[in-house]
């Protein structure tokens, strides 16, 4: 098993405006996955893009409700969601970090740090990933050298042509960014409560899939495709 480890650390002094890092890391070597674990020394808002070396974006993570772990993956089966899963090109990649004490601030008032640990193997998983969010059933993204494009997702679909009064929730967040559950266990309450359409609106994740281990079955319910930045 070929597996290479880095670390970031990096110390954010106080009243930084907007503070935005980068760090690179090179793969010389063919890879299966890619694993990230995240520590900061307080709360904050914390947000990491991962583009790969063709300048793709590959993983977006938001640290606070998620759990600190995430997995780009070949496999959509072992990747997280929010990633890009597919060929782990050899070059250069790079991480972009930005950090505020929270999403309608621009500022770092307090002095704070965080720790970043890549690792990236070639065979099996390490089981510290078991505890990732899932990519999920429904894959909305397909891997192009060119970009991150929702090439999977049907914007044309149409699923109910009744004419009715139809009732749904348009603004939710998930523990992908700073909501408290699940879409899984979102997809559950708005079942219970009888909705045609849920929206996942989470801040600054751009969605490559429906995170749930089940198929939806679209008749009995619609999830659409949403996103939210505040920058």
């Known amino acids: 098993m ?9 110390k954010i002094s106080n009243e930084s405006q907007l503070p935005i890092f980068y760090h690179h890391f ?7 996955w890619i694993h990230f674990e995240v520590e900061t020394s307080r709360a904050c808002w914390f947000s990491m893009l ?11 993570y938001m640290y606070g409700k998620s759990p600190k772990g995430i997995v780009l993956h070949e496999d959509t089966r072992h990747s997280s969601a929010a990633t890009l899963p597919g060929p782990l090109p050899l070059g250069e990649w790079t991480l972009e970090v930005y950090v505020t004490d929270k999403p309608t601030s621009n500022i770092v008032k307090k002095e ?4 970043i640990v890549c690792e990236a193997g070639s065979q099996e998983l ?4 078991e505890d990732i969010v899932p990519f999920g059933a429904h894959k909305w993204a ?5 970009g991150l494009v929702l090439n999977s997702y049907n914007w044309d679909e149409v699923v109910n042509k009744e ?19 699940t879409q899984e266990a979102n997809l559950k309450i708005a079942k219970q409560q009888q909705l045609d359409f849920f929206v996942a609106t989470d801040h600054n994740i751009i969605s490559t899939s429906w995170a749930t281990s089940v ?15 505040i920058l």
């Open 2 to 10: 070929i597996s290479t480890t880095h670390q970031f650390k990096q």
């Open 26 to 32: 090179t793969l010389t070597e063919k890879m299966n």
């Open 50 to 60: 991962l583009f790969d070396p063709h300048g793709v974006l590959r993983l977006q």
């Open 112 to 115: 704070l740090d965080y720790q």
């Open 126 to 129: 390490p089981a510290k990933t």
């Open 142 to 146: 397909e891997y192009d050298p060119n």
């Open 163 to 181: 004419e009715r009064w139809y009732k749904g929730d348009f603004h939710t967040h998930t523990i992908l960014s700073d909501g408290s559950m």
């Open 215 to 229: 198929a939806l079955n679209k008749s009995e319910f619609v999830k659409l495709k949403s996103n939210k930045f």
